[in-house]
């Protein structure tokens, strides 16, 4: 509290910021889409950009957290430590996190409770791509793509010294957090060095963290609203950089190194004893994650005159990845991932509206899990895709498609599985008239079965489960649709979403109805059945007033997904939600308040429970105080109210609400 409270005295001449509102902006390039350039109002399927003011006021959590407010997507939500995006109702292996453009070699995708080895606050730029704009990265990104852009490596040259720093403090968590990055640039070379630590306590929640209904389905009665702390929610991290970049009039060369270390509590999953949380001391049976990556990479782009190329652009990436699972002060099980990835793209210059791009991407990952919850066997996985990716664009009306080709082998010390997929989209665009724009696009996409989902045999106490995997799995093969809409002119920005998806060999992880001996857990069983995905998306902002540099606008979020599958409805599929905001800006400085409503799932699967909805009240405030306009105070209020809140994507969701009542101040500076 002692940090807060600095901060708050800090704040009171003035106060804080645009929150944390997604709302789009013409002529923003997305980097991730393609290697060619694509304005965000000409993107043929769903994107969203969360640039670097954005993420100084998001929340200080994972990257799902900070995520969990962006259209269609939501937070696997496992505790502060441990967040993943949830898009479009999918998850896991269906969501490829990157790290500017390259994998991440960590184990986040094998389970909820482990966590992306990028922290959002090390970015730049986030970008988050849904639909078939995800087909350069293969069959992984069949749920999406999130990238995390940091600027270690420099594409441009810079003179003299730049900089930012930020510093931030939270009541709910008695959590503060701190981060910063510096660039100099001297001659051609340009030095990158940055920062991020964080250390938040176990958060405070404005009920029982049991649910009311798994309380009452358990035949005890349910205590009612009472204030509490949700345990062993703490969380530590500490992660550090640097690059060194040579920038010349035909391109640029660079490397980096980075360094994550982060230690946080798993709620919910203790062996013998519970957490008794709030303090640095963990009990005996309490389960932690200390988790290590040392990543290196290299990355560059060189103009040449080669046939229809003008443009090669690689990027290369080796990390050591490392967790141990420790219960109290002992090992339990570790897990340790080591690999490298690569791509190499040669792109097409712009000839009368026609762009393009060609190229090769490959990885190798080994990974090894060791002790008694070690439910995946070691297993080298090597990939190697090959894609193109075309787009003509004759300003009224236009085309694109791409076409990739890759191979998977799975090498496991309980078996060998090799398969090759062919994936492809094709879309059109019009513009009838200034400022619209509408795109219909269409993708077929193969995805192989990760290790898990054929090697899995053990309990996984994160799920809840001893999971099985099968080893005879095929291919997952989605046919999919977006149908998309832009609207920017005058007071008016939207940006709308219908999308459809039928999955042939859809790879569910069901409950048998039978358990464990040894582990006292439900045996759950990967299988493959047909499933059919569709929903919507919509952001919107209307400029209700405007003088000067003053204004107020009014914005809107919402969002659907309905998901069947041929064995009943899937596990943990998002209920809608819908968010307006109105946004004040008076020059100096802007204020927003927020209200958010999610609604009640009661469409479960199989021993799930439903969810309750809610509404969520936020505000927030930031100013520029001083004459200095570099200088930046922001405060902003979450869950206002104080209601329960249940993320209904989350396998806590019966254990752990999402935080309560919030007041975070903060501080920032560039120069």
């Given at each position: 509290?002692?940090?807060?409270?600095?901060?708050?005295?800090?704040?009171?001449?003035?106060?804080?910021?645009?929150?944390?509102?997604?709302?789009?902006?013409?002529?923003e390039v997305v980097v991730t889409a393609a290697p060619y350039a694509v304005t965000l109002d000409s993107a043929?399927?769903?994107?969203?950009?969360?640039?670097?003011?954005?993420?100084?006021?998001?929340?200080?959590?994972?990257?799902?957290?900070?995520?969990?407010?962006?259209?269609?997507?939501?937070?696997?939500?496992?505790?502060?430590?441990?967040?993943?995006?949830?898009?479009?109702?999918?998850?896991?292996?269906?969501v490829l996190v990157l790290s500017n453009g390259l994998g991440q070699v960590d184990a986040s995708a094998l389970?909820?409770?482990?966590?992306?080895?990028?922290?959002?606050?090390?970015?730049?730029?986030?970008?988050?791509?849904?639909?078939?704009?995800?087909?350069?990265?293969?069959?992984?990104?069949?749920?999406?793509?999130?990238?995390?852009?940091?600027?270690?490596?420099?594409?441009?040259?810079?003179?003299?010294?730049?900089?930012?720093?930020?510093?931030?403090?939270?009541?709910?968590?008695?959590?503060?957090?701190?981060?910063?990055?510096?660039?100099?640039?001297?001659?051609?070379?340009?030095?990158?060095?940055?920062?991020?630590?964080?250390?938040?306590?176990?958060?405070?929640?404005?009920?029982?963290?049991?649910?009311?209904?798994?309380?009452?389905?358990?035949?005890?009665?349910?205590?009612?609203?009472?204030?509490?702390?949700?345990?062993?929610?703490?969380?530590?991290?500490?992660?550090?950089?640097?690059?060194?970049?040579?920038?010349?009039?035909?391109?640029?060369?660079?490397?980096?190194?980075?360094?994550?270390?982060?230690?946080?509590?798993?709620?919910?999953?203790?062996?013998?004893?519970?957490?008794?949380?709030?303090?640095?001391?963990?009990?005996?049976?309490?389960?932690?994650?200390?988790?290590?990556?040392?990543?290196?990479?290299?990355?560059?782009?060189?103009?040449?005159?080669?046939?229809?190329?003008?443009?090669?652009?690689?990027?290369?990436?080796?990390?050591?990845?490392?967790?141990?699972?420790?219960?109290?002060?002992?090992?339990?099980?570790?897990?340790?991932?080591?690999?490298?990835?690569?791509?190499?793209?040669?792109?097409?210059?712009?000839?009368?509206?026609?762009?393009?791009?060609?190229?090769?991407?490959?990885?190798?990952?080994?990974?090894?899990?060791?002790?008694?919850?070690?439910?995946?066997?070691?297993?080298?996985?090597?990939?190697?895709?090959?894609?193109?990716?075309?787009?003509?664009?004759?300003?009224?009306?236009?085309?694109?498609?791409?076409?990739?080709?890759?191979?998977?082998?799975?090498?496991?010390?309980?078996?060998?599985?090799?398969?090759?997929?062919?994936?492809?989209?094709?879309?059109?665009?019009?513009?009838?008239?200034?400022?619209?724009?509408?795109?219909?696009?269409?993708?077929?996409?193969?995805?192989?079965?990760?290790?898990?989902?054929?090697?899995?045999?053990?309990?996984?106490?994160?799920?809840?489960?001893?999971?099985?995997?099968?080893?005879?799995?095929?291919?997952?093969?989605?046919?999919?649709?977006?149908?998309?809409?832009?609207?920017?002119?005058?007071?008016?920005?939207?940006?709308?979403?219908?999308?459809?998806?039928?999955?042939?060999?859809?790879?569910?992880?069901?409950?048998?109805?039978?358990?464990?001996?040894?582990?006292?857990?439900?045996?759950?069983?990967?299988?493959?059945?047909?499933?059919?995905?569709?929903?919507?998306?919509?952001?919107?902002?209307?400029?209700?007033?405007?003088?000067?540099?003053?204004?107020?606008?009014?914005?809107?979020?919402?969002?659907?997904?309905?998901?069947?599958?041929?064995?009943?409805?899937?596990?943990?599929?998002?209920?809608?939600?819908?968010?307006?905001?109105?946004?004040?800006?008076?020059?100096?400085?802007?204020?927003?308040?927020?209200?958010?409503?999610?609604?009640?799932?009661?469409?479960?699967?199989?021993?799930?429970?439903?969810?309750?909805?809610?509404?969520?009240?936020?505000?927030?405030?930031?100013?520029?105080?001083?004459?200095?306009?570099?200088?930046?105070?922001?405060?902003?209020?979450?869950?206002?109210?104080?209601?329960?809140?249940?993320?209904?994507?989350?396998?806590?969701?019966?254990?752990?609400?999402?935080?309560?009542?919030?007041?975070?101040?903060?501080?920032?500076?560039?120069?």
């Open positions: 509290m002692s940090r807060v409270l600095l901060l708050a005295t800090a704040a009171a001449v003035a106060c804080v910021s645009p929150a944390f509102a997604q709302t789009k902006e013409v002529q043929t399927t769903s994107v969203d950009i969360l640039k670097r003011d954005e993420l100084d006021q998001a929340p200080a959590g994972g990257l799902g957290d900070v995520l969990a407010g962006v259209a269609g997507v939501r937070s696997s939500a496992f505790g502060p430590g441990a967040s993943r995006p949830v898009i479009r109702g999918l998850s896991g292996p269906r389970s909820p409770d482990h966590a992306v080895a990028t922290d959002p606050q090390e970015a730049e730029r986030i970008e988050v791509l849904r639909g078939p704009s995800a087909l350069a990265y293969g069959g992984s990104a069949i749920g999406g793509v999130v990238n995390i852009i940091d600027d270690r490596i420099a594409d441009a040259p810079i003179r003299g010294v730049q900089g930012r720093v930020l510093a931030s403090g939270s009541t709910v968590d008695n959590g503060w957090q701190a981060s910063g990055a510096l660039r100099a640039g001297v001659g051609n070379f340009v030095l990158s060095l940055d920062g991020v630590r964080r250390e938040t306590k176990d958060y405070d929640v404005p009920t029982s963290p049991e649910s009311r209904r798994m309380t009452e389905s358990e035949g005890e009665a349910w205590g009612g609203p009472v204030d509490s702390k949700v345990e062993n929610t703490f969380s530590e991290l500490t992660a550090y950089g640097a690059g060194l970049s040579y920038v010349g009039e035909r391109g640029y060369l660079g490397v980096s190194v980075k360094r994550t270390e982060t230690d946080y509590g798993v709620p919910g999953h203790a062996h013998e004893h519970d957490h008794e949380g709030g303090e640095e001391d963990h009990e005996e049976g309490a389960v932690s994650i200390d988790l290590k990556q040392t990543r290196y990479d290299l990355r560059g782009e060189y103009r040449i005159d080669l046939g229809p190329f003008e443009k090669v652009r690689f990027a290369g990436g080796y990390a050591d990845y490392t967790h141990k699972e420790l219960e109290g002060a002992e090992i339990g099980t570790q897990f340790f991932s080591e690999g490298w990835e690569g791509r190499l793209e040669l792109i097409q210059p712009d000839r009368n509206g026609w762009q393009g791009a060609v190229g090769v991407q490959a990885l190798k990952r080994d990974f090894e899990a060791v002790g008694d919850e070690a439910f995946v066997p070691p297993t080298k996985t090597t990939e190697l895709g090959v894609f193109t990716l075309q787009r003509f664009d004759r300003e009224a009306w236009g085309v694109e498609g791409g076409l990739r080709l890759e191979t998977r082998e799975l090498d496991s010390t309980v078996g060998k599985r090799d398969f090759t997929g062919i994936s492809g989209s094709l879309g059109g665009f019009i513009r009838p008239a200034d400022g619209w724009f509408f795109a219909l696009s269409g993708s077929r996409t193969e995805r192989a079965p990760s290790q898990e989902e054929m090697f899995a045999d053990g309990p996984h106490p994160a799920t809840r489960s001893y999971e099985r995997g099968d080893a005879g799995l095929d291919s997952e093969v989605s046919y999919s649709v977006d149908l998309t809409g832009h609207y920017g002119s005058g007071r008016w920005n939207v940006d709308a979403h219908l999308f459809a998806a039928k999955y042939d060999g859809f790879i569910d992880l069901r409950p048998t109805g039978e358990e464990d001996e040894e582990a006292h857990l439900p045996i759950h069983q990967f299988v493959q059945t047909d499933a059919t995905f569709y929903g919507a998306e919509l952001e919107g902002s209307y400029r209700l007033w405007e003088e000067g540099d003053r204004s107020f606008r009014l914005e809107a979020t919402a969002d659907y997904v309905h998901g069947k599958t041929d064995l009943g409805a899937p596990a943990r599929i998002p209920p809608w939600s819908a968010t307006g905001r109105g946004v004040f800006e008076g020059g100096w400085w802007t204020g927003q308040i927020e209200v958010r409503r999610v609604g009640e799932q009661d469409r479960v699967a199989a021993f799930e429970l439903p969810t309750d909805g809610y509404t969520m009240l936020n505000a927030s405030l930031s100013f520029r105080p001083l004459k200095d306009q570099n200088v930046k105070v922001f405060v902003e209020g979450r869950n206002l109210t104080d209601v329960e809140a249940r993320e209904h994507a989350s396998f806590l969701k019966d254990i752990a609400p999402l935080p309560g009542r919030n007041l975070r101040v903060g501080v920032g500076y560039r120069f």
